[in-house]
C-alpha cells in the first residue's frame, strides 16, 4: 500500500493548490527540492565546476536511476534539457533519404511531427500516419500492413499530451522487431507514471522528460539509445563533450549515449531528476500506475455524470489525464475558474496534436494529470468547481 499521507507531507504544494496539471509539470518531492536547491548553494559557494566534481557521485546516480526506471545500461542513457531535444538527437541523427517512409501515430505530439514535416521538405522522406482502432489507440494489424521495405522508422507517442490514451507500445514493438525496423518512443507523459521496461517494449529508442511524472526539476529529459543502434545514429552536432578531437584532424565520438549530450549543461538539474527517479522507484511504478489511474478511472465517471460534461479520453485503458469538454464553456474560462478555487488545470489545444484533434473536429478543450498524491478529497472540490459551472 502507498503511504500517500507521509507523500503528501514531503510536497509542500500540497499546501497551496490542488495540483491538477502533473501532465504540464509535477509538484516536485521535498528531495528532489533539497538536491536542486543545495546543489546550487554549493555552486554558489565553491565555483560551479568544483561544484560538479564534489557532486560526482549524485550525478552518476541519476543515470543509475534512469537505467533500473527503464531497463537498460547506463550507457544507453542521455541527459538532456528536455523530452523535445532528446527526442529530436535520437530522429535527426537517423539516417532518412528521399522516399523513406515513417510511420507515426495519429495523437502524435505536435514537435515530432514538425520535425517529420521539416525531414519531408528537407530530406524527401514520406510520413505516414497508423490508423487508430475501435477504442481510439494506433491499429497494430493496420500498423503490420503498413510496412514494407521503404519503411525506415516507427515513431510513435506512447501517451498522447490530449488525453488519457496509452498506445499499445509493446505490441507495436513486436511489430518493429519482426520489421528489423528501428522504433522511437515519446514516453514523455508514460515516464514516472507506469512502468517502462525497454526490453519489454523493444523499443530501440526512447525519449522523455523529468518535469511531469517523474516529479522532477523543469529543464530535464533524457534520450535511451539501445547500444545496438548507437551506431546506426549520426548525432545531429557534436562538441568536445560529445566527442573527443584526438589531433588537429581527428575526433572520437563517445563511445555510448552521452555522445548526444553536451557540455553545458543543468548539473543541479541533473541531480534533482536522479533523486525524483529514486523517489519513484521506491514507491514502485506498479503502485503509482494502479493508483493514478484508479482516482482517474472514478473521476471520469463522476464528471462524465455531470450533464453537459463530455469526456473525451480515448483507448482501452487510460492513463491519468483526463480530456474534457464543459458544454460551451470556453476552455480558458474553465480553466481560469478552476484557478480561482485553488485548482491547477490546462486546456489543450488542436495545435499541440493537430492529427488527432482534426479527425474528432476539436480545436480545443480542457485536460488534468492527476498524480497518486491527489485525494479523494481534492477531486471533491473539483467536482464541486465543476458542477459550478454548469449551475
Ligand atoms: C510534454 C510532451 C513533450 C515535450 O516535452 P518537453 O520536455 O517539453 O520537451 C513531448 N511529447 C509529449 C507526448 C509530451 O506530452
Not at 28 to 57: K, N, S
Not at 163 to 175: E, K, S
Not at 241 to 263: C, D, G, K, T
Not at 356 to 366: A, F, H, Q, S
Request: glycine share 8%.
Amino acid at each position: 500500500m502507498m503511504d500517500v499521507d507521509k507523500i503528501r507531507d514531503e510536497t509542500p504544494g500540497v499546501g497551496r493548490v490542488v495540483h491538477l496539471n502533473n501532465c504540464g509539470a509535477g509538484l516536485m518531492p521535498q528531495p528532489v527540492l533539497d538536491a536542486v536547491i543545495d546543489h546550487l548553494r554549493l555552486e554558489a559557494e565553491i565555483g560551479g565546476y568544483e561544484a560538479e566534481d564534489a557532486a560526482a557521485g549524485a550525478v552518476a546516480n541519476t543515470y543509475d536511476g534512469l537505467s533500473r526506471l527503464l531497463n537498460c545500461q547506463r550507457d544507453e542513457i542521455a541527459v538532456v534539457e528536455n523530452a523535445t531535444v532528446a527526442w529530436d538527437m535520437a530522429f535527426y541523427g537517423l539516417p532518412l533519404a528521399q522516399g523513406d517512409v515513417v510511420l507515426t501515430a495519429v495523437s502524435e505530439y505536435a514537435s515530432n511531427y514538425i520535425a517529420y514535416l521539416q525531414r519531408a521538405a528537407r530530406d524527401g522522406i514520406q510520413v505516414r500516419v497508423v490508423p487508430n482502432d475501435n477504442h481510439g489507440q494506433t491499429d497494430v494489424a493496420a500498423l503490420a500492413e503498413m510496412i514494407d521495405d521503404r519503411v525506415k522508422l516507427i515513431s510513435i507517442t506512447h501517451a498522447p499530451t490530449n488525453g488519457g490514451l496509452i498506445n499499445p507500445a509493446a505490441a507495436i514493438g513486436r511489430v518493429a522487431r519482426a520489421a528489423g525496423v528501428p522504433y522511437l518512443l515519446d514516453a514523455c507523459q508514460s515516464a514516472g507514471q507506469m512502468p517502462l521496461d525497454v526490453e519489454a517494449i523493444g523499443c530501440d529508442m526512447l525519449s522523455a522528460t523529468g518535469r511531469k511524472y517523474l516529479r522532477g526539476p523543469r529543464g530535464t529529459g533524457f534520450l535511451y539509445v539501445r547500444a545496438a543502434m548507437l551506431e546506426r545514429l549520426d548525432p545531429p552536432f557534436l562538441d568536445l563533450h560529445a566527442a573527443v578531437w584526438q589531433s588537429p584532424e581527428h575526433y572520437e565520438m563517445l563511445p555510448n549515449a552521452r555522445r548526444f549530450e553536451n557540455w553545458e549543461n543543468y548539473v543541479a538539474g541533473k541531480i534533482g531528476l536522479g533523486v525524483a527517479v529514486d523517489y519513484a522507484l521506491e514507491i514502485g511504478l506498479d503502485a503509482i500506475a494502479a493508483r493514478v489511474q484508479g482516482l482517474a478511472n472514478d473521476l471520469r465517471d463522476r464528471m462524465a455524470a455531470v450533464p453537459g460534461v463530455i469526456v473525451r479520453d480515448l483507448g482501452q485503458n487510460k492513463s491519468g489525464i483526463i480530456s474534457f469538454s464543459v458544454g460551451d464553456v470556453a476552455p480558458e474560462l474553465v480553466k481560469e475558474s478552476m484557478a480561482a478555487a485553488g485548482i491547477n488545470i490546462s486546456t489543450s489545444s488542436a495545435r499541440s496534436t493537430m492529427q488527432d484533434m482534426y479527425r474528432r473536429g476539436i480545436t480545443m478543450m480542457n485536460r488534468l494529470g492527476l498524480h497518486y498524491y491527489n485525494t479523494d478529497a481534492e477531486l471533491d472540490r473539483f467536482m464541486t468547481c465543476l458542477r459550478g459551472l454548469r449551475a
